[in-house]
Each structure stands twice: as structure tokens, then as C-alpha cells.
């Protein structure tokens, strides 16, 4: 399991980070830039985006921070369903039809296009993406199913290859506390840190 970090803690003490850099998970992402204004009508996300708004402004301004392609990816596809959900009305995103209004619909694609700008900031300043080492074809080989989503495992070799200085990943998704121990996971969710806590896995 991964030693865990309570990173409001961790901001509120000015504690040190072990790592001098972390990575974003794409999960934090969302919960910072928040790009459809979710937290204004859900109370609960608002707490959780306010934790993790809290957290970063301190984290970004101590150590690097860093994405990945994984998480790019991820995030863009979370864009690309919630702004056509909103602007349809439609339950699911239907590729087909998104493309086909990018094209004919001129307020569509000028939402788009606003989308893909901060889409674009958000990986060359917000959360910078580093080239990662982990040897990609076999990462479907080696991947098991049953422990995480392969989202969160590709997110975890990709920090694993890199340095060991650089072996922090800023989550609040709890398939990644399964992860091997010379990893720290850094995190506002509650249940991780209790969890955590009770395990003796919880870093002071």
C-alpha cells in the first residue's frame, strides 16, 4: 500500500513533502479547474473542490508539479462529454454527433474551441505533462483488472519510471493507496486517511 499524506495537514503545518515534485491525478484536476462550475450546485463536490483548491495553491508554489499523457487524455474526456451532455441535453456523448456540430454549429464550436485553450494551459503551465518512462507495451500485458481502473494503473508506472525523488502522486481515488509502498499518496479524502491511519500507513 502507499504511504499516505494528508496534504490539508500537510499545507495547514507547513510540513515538508518527502518528494520534490508530485504528480496530479486527473481526478484533482477536475476538482481544481472545475471547468463546468459543478462545485456552485453540489454541495459536496464544493467541499472537496475547496480541500483541494486549498492544498494546491501551497503545493504549486513549493514543488513541481507535474502530469501525464494518461491524465490528459482522461481530462479531455471528461470535457468532451460534459460540454456535450450540456449543450444537447443528451444523456451519453454520441462521437458521431459532436463532431458533426463542431462543424455546423457556430456556438458549439466556439464553446469548443474556448475548452480546448484551458485544456491546453492546463497541461503547458497548470500541470505541466513529463515524458515517462514505463515500458508502454506492456502495460495492458501486466495489468490487472480487478485491483484499479487501467486509468489509474497506466498513472501509476508512469510515476513509478520516473525518479525517486519525483514519487508522489496528488489523488482522492482509493484504488491507488493500493499501490506498491515506495509511492506516497498524496490526498484530501477522509476515508483514504483514516484508512491510512488505522494501517500505520499514514506519513507524519
Request: charged share 25%; with cysteine; glycine share 2%.
Amino acid at each position: 500500500m502507499a504511504k499516505v499524506i494528508d496534504a490539508e495537514d500537510l499545507v495547514l503545518r507547513k510540513k515538508k513533502l518527502p518528494t520534490e515534485a508530485f504528480f496530479v491525478d486527473t481526478n484533482i484536476i477536475i476538482l481544481y479547474k472545475d471547468p463546468f462550475s459543478a462545485s456552485l450546485t453540489n454541495e459536496e463536490l464544493s467541499r472537496f473542490s475547496e480541500k483541494v483548491s486549498y492544498s494546491m495553491e501551497y503545493l504549486k508554489a513549493n514543488y513541481k508539479t507535474y502530469s501525464t499523457i494518461y491524465s490528459a487524455f482522461e481530462y479531455y474526456k471528461h470535457l468532451q462529454h460534459h460540454y456535450f451532455t450540456s449543450q444537447t441535453g443528451d444523456r451519453f456523448l454520441n462521437t458521431s454527433k459532436f463532431k458533426k456540430l463542431k462543424i455546423e454549429n457556430e456556438v458549439f464550436k466556439d464553446g469548443w474551441k474556448r475548452h480546448m485553450i484551458s485544456f491546453r494551459k492546463v497541461f503547458y503551465k497548470n500541470f505541466p505533462i513529463i515524458n515517462s518512462n514505463e515500458d508502454k507495451a506492456n502495460l495492458i500485458y501486466q495489468f490487472e483488472s480487478e485491483a484499479m481502473d487501467f486509468g489509474d494503473y497506466a498513472i501509476w508506472k508512469a510515476v513509478e519510471s520516473s525518479k525517486e525523488t519525483f514519487h508522489c502522486i496528488f489523488s482522492n481515488d482509493s484504488d491507488l493507496y493500493n499501490i506498491s509502498d515506495d509511492i506516497y499518496l498524496l490526498t484530501t479524502n477522509p476515508k483514504i486517511i483514516i484508512e491510512a491511519k488505522s494501517n500505520g500507513k499514514l506519513f507524519i
